[in-house]
């Protein structure tokens, strides 16, 4: 059911926190909310876009989509921006001097963690941007308390004149539970008044902020002591007590049922009172938090006893098999819990592109591409540094590839001197961070060649539009980025700007072995659309000919997973030596018949699987 559809009053849903915290946007009459997509935050913006008295868009990067609910805000409305937790080091500058100006209309900034980093390059704690920033932070933990929280957060903005962090993890933002909507709140914006004392952050008025921003927290440090949100739980054994937020509070109650609790959903300012209070209540306190000892630090500075980081893990999620044994340790008791069932290993399943990704070529050609270092960037294509193709060296963070690359030119030592230096990135990513290293490149005569990867959506994500699809949000036609153009207008010469389609290895692959040769910026753009988007069209699938397969194994090394090996042989070659074999067959049902595997394929085995007049040809890659 379309989040759009709920019109009950107080429906019972069981839904995701991401789309709780849609319909909490929803129903605190949020008028603006922007976003740039990021896994586990992707869909809040997904889902709020379906209901249309909100305007929400696809920001170009998340400090862009701070900025204009930052603009909304100060227009009297209320405003919501989505992102993951690497999202916010991006949008920090913007985020951190609105820290002094204070929120107009109810500003909530939604941040998901990714605890465990199931698709991140690291696992960062945002609750540190409560405390950096000087603003409060909540912590629902499950979908129910992603409705409430988001909720309260605009009244808590409004009430104290500053944004509200809501801070999510992986597991509120995709698990799902009942969620019972409350009534719909009104809000008028109020219209922008001039105050530049306040709005216009020079140093002379921003020091006059300062004190306004401390007595704040003062005001924030008692509310969060009488704060609703903030839950004590008596429990039955007070051997072991606990302080703890988020998902985490579960993995408690499932570990320790009967031991006392003190949830934490208005974690920062941390009501230090309470909890110093709770603990006399029970005969060890341990401070279960995900992940850095936040709270632990602040209660230990506030002289009150507890365990925290010494006794649980610094990483991961803090799920009952990490809690349970650790807690049994501090207990002293090793009979109680040993019945915990150890996690079972799984076959490996590494992550790899879709069938027919048009990025596979890309990554064949560049495994076959000689004396040359490759920066990688954050996308789909970070892939590209595993199995087959090993065919990236560095990958940093979102739109680092062509800064990397400048750097590994200009800080070339004397032994990598004679070799070439190759950016690969994405469209939305080039948009999102990458334009500025491309202008530094050029700028500053670097020595660099540029893949830039269109396949016009945010493929990672799950292939939402992005400015190259000429396609916004709401699936409306609008202004569509000119690769070409643009990097000639950031000072790439027209004449080392290519176009190339990336089925086509063998031009492809010609492209790249000269313009890596050139002393000077060059670009390779190639041009096919993401095979999970309405623009890509299939042609009919592929299968290998038995008779004519050699067992070269050649297009295993194209990497897609419609290819699937079906027998292995040894065989003595006539120098003695022994080689193995791999005779492969292909999904049918998969394969979109984009012919990328037959381009290795010497024995010609790779043939239409049904009667048509597709053309399949075999090219050699020297």
Known sequence: M???????????????????????????????????????????????????????????NEKVSMEVTIGASLAGSRALCAMKHVGMNVASDAFMTQTLIGAVG??????????????????????????????????????????????????????????????????????????????????????????????????????????KMMARDTELKKYSEQSDLNIVETGTDHSVGFVTSGAAYYHVKESFPDAPVLKLGFSHPAPIEKIRDFSTTVEKLVVIEEVEPLLETELKAANVAVYGKDVVPKIGELSPPVIKPA?????????????????????????????????????????????????????????????????LDTCISMGASLSVAQGLDKGRAESDENKNVLAVIGDSTFLHMGMQGLLDITYNKGNVTILLLDNRAVGMTG??????????????????????????????????????????????????????????????ITNQPCVLTERYSKLPPLKVDDDKCTGCANCLDVGCPAITVSRRETVIKPNGKEKELAFVDIDTAACTGCTLCTKPCAPDAIIPAFNTNQNVQTVELK
Request: proline share 8%; hydrophobic share 35%; charged share 20%.
């Open 2 to 60: 379309s989040t759009a559809e709920v019109s009950a009053p107080y429906p019972r849903q069981f839904i995701s926190g991401n789309m709780a915290v849609a319909q909490a946007a929803r129903d605190a009459n949020v008028k603006v909310a922007a976003a740039y997509p990021g896994t586990p935050s992707t869909e809040i913006l997904e889902y709020i876009s379906e209901f249309p008295e909100i305007y929400s868009e696809w920001s170009i």
């Open 106 to 211: 109810g500003l909530v900034i939604v941040v998901a963690d990714d605890v465990g980093l199931s698709s991140s390059q690291n696992e960062q704690d945002s609750r540190y941007w409560g405390r950096f920033a000087h603003l409060p932070v909540l912590e629902p933990s499950d979908a129910q308390e992603a409705y409430d929280f988001t909720k309260a957060a605009f009244s808590i903005s409004e009430q104290y004149e500053v944004p509200v962090i809501v801070r999510l993890t992986t597991r509120i933002c995709h698990v799902k539970g009942v969620v019972i909507n409350s009534d719909a709140e009104k809000h008028t914006a109020t219209g922008f008044v001039k105050d530049p004392s306040r709005l216009v952050m020079v140093p002379g008025n921003a020091k006059h902020r300062i004190p």
């Open 327 to 391: 807690i049994q340790a501090l207990k002293g008791d090793e009979s109680t819990y040993t019945n915990i069932i150890p996690a079972q290993e799984l076959f490996p399943r590494p992550p790899t592109m879709c069938v027919a990704c048009p990025h596979l070529g890309i990554y064949y050609c560049l495994s076959h591409i000689k004396n040359t270092i490759i920066s990688g960037d954050i996308g789909c294509y970070t892939l590209g540094a595993g199995h087959p193709w090993n065919a």
């Open 463 to 524: 292939g939402q539009n992005a400015p190259s699809s000429g396609i916004n949000l709401q699936g409306e036609q609008t202004s569509q980025v000119d690769f070409r153009k643009l990097c000639e207008a950031l000072g790439v010469k027209p004449e080392r700007i290519h176009e190339v389609n990336p089925y086509e290895m063998p031009v492809l692959f010609k492209a790249l072995r000269q313009e890596v040769k050139i002393k000077e910026p060059s670009v390779i």
